[in-house]
């Protein structure tokens, strides 16, 4: 069984649990998932079955769209608000100062990971230490946001809700902590979704409760979506059966000899198939020692 399946994970557990999840309810071994969500956030959480596995990279570096809640006026040591409170400060900000703090931080920016975080120092988990009350200094990571929408719609009393689209590695608690920052009064995360993460959608995407329900029917079929969908932003490339056993065994080929457009250009990508439409993986065009070679990438 290989493909993905758009899982909408609830507040309340963690990524792992949502995957230990479905491998019970469909009796399997290997599945992972597209990027982790922390245990208070909901939303898009790709869950990978078999070979799809090897799709993790390129979902992760694809680009994501986050709804949340900042709470003005308080800060915790988690930037979120589980965590313990640190200050309370009076609030002057409205609306237009927020977005206004707001703009500060789109476009190619550099963030310093929270201490409440997977990323390791010296073999530990940053959250680790953070548990055990060692802050420690991070590095400053480079992000890009490509935009915050600021609204007070829906929101309580010094809440306001932005829509962040960003890069990799963005902490949208951190964006909050530092709007908070920027208006002199700190704030905190109250709620987070990720809407979007590359080809996976929110309003498309499953409930953990639903796809359970269909697992029992033996109806789970309907939710696992076709690997190849993570890369249709890449043009398409069909091998004959030579070219097909040759590259499958490691061999590289003569990009102009073979013309496999789009394959014909120092740095391009495509998807390849069979001429029967089996989606075989991804291949890749570079210039080796200045002949131009194409080569498997990632076998599927």
Same mark, same amino acid.
């Given at each position: ?98 977005? /206004?703090?707001?703009?500060?931080? !789109?476009?190619? @920016?550099?963030? %310093?990971?929270?201490? +409440? =975080?997977? &990323? ?94 269909? /697992?029992?029917?033996?109806?789970? !079929?309907?939710? @696992?979506?076709? %690997?190849?969908?993570? +890369? =249709?932003? &890449? ?66």
């Amino acid at each position: 069984m290989d493909g993905i399946i758009n899982l909408y994970k609830p507040n309340g557990i963690t990524s792992q649990s949502a995957v230990t999840a479905v491998k019970r309810a469909l009796g399997i071994k290997k599945a992972g998932h597209g990027g982790t969500l922390d245990p208070m956030a909901e939303g898009v959480l790709p869950i990978l079955i078999g070979s799809a596995t090897r799709a993790q990279d390129e979902i992760m570096h694809g680009g994501k769209t986050y709804f949340a809640k900042l709470l003005l006026g308080v800060t915790t040591d988690t930037e979120d608000i589980t965590g313990n409170v640190l200050t309370r400060r009076e609030v002057k900000a409205d609306l237009d100062a927020v977005k /206004a703090a707001a703009k500060q931080f !789109e476009g190619d @920016i550099m963030q %310093t990971p929270p201490m +409440y =975080s997977a &990323l390791k120092q010296n073999g530990v988990r940053l959250y680790t230490l953070g548990r055990a009350g060692i802050e420690v200094e991070r590095q400053a990571r480079p992000i890009t946001v490509y935009s915050i929408d600021v609204t007070d719609e829906d929101c309580g009393e010094n809440e306001f809700a932005i829509r962040v689209k960003c890069s990799k590695g963005t902490y949208i608690r951190t964006i909050c902590a530092d709007i908070g920052k920027a208006l002199g009064c700190g704030a905190t995360m109250t709620y987070l979704c990720r809407e979007r993460l590359t080809v996976f959608d929110k309003a498309d995407a499953v409930t953990l409760e639903q796809f359970k329900a269909a /697992a029992e029917k033996g109806e789970a !079929e309907q939710y @696992i979506i076709p %690997t190849d969908n993570v +890369y =249709s932003h &890449l043009d398409k490339a069909v091998l004959d059966e030579r070219q097909q056993r040759l590259m499958k065994n490691g061999v590289r080929l003569d990009a102009p000899r073979e013309k496999l457009a789009p394959l014909n250009a120092d740095g391009a990508r495509a998807r390849v198939y069979s001429k029967n439409g089996d989606f075989l993986g991804i291949a890749v065009c570079k210039d080796i020692d200045g002949a131009l070679m194409v080569y498997m990438d990632i076998n599927f």
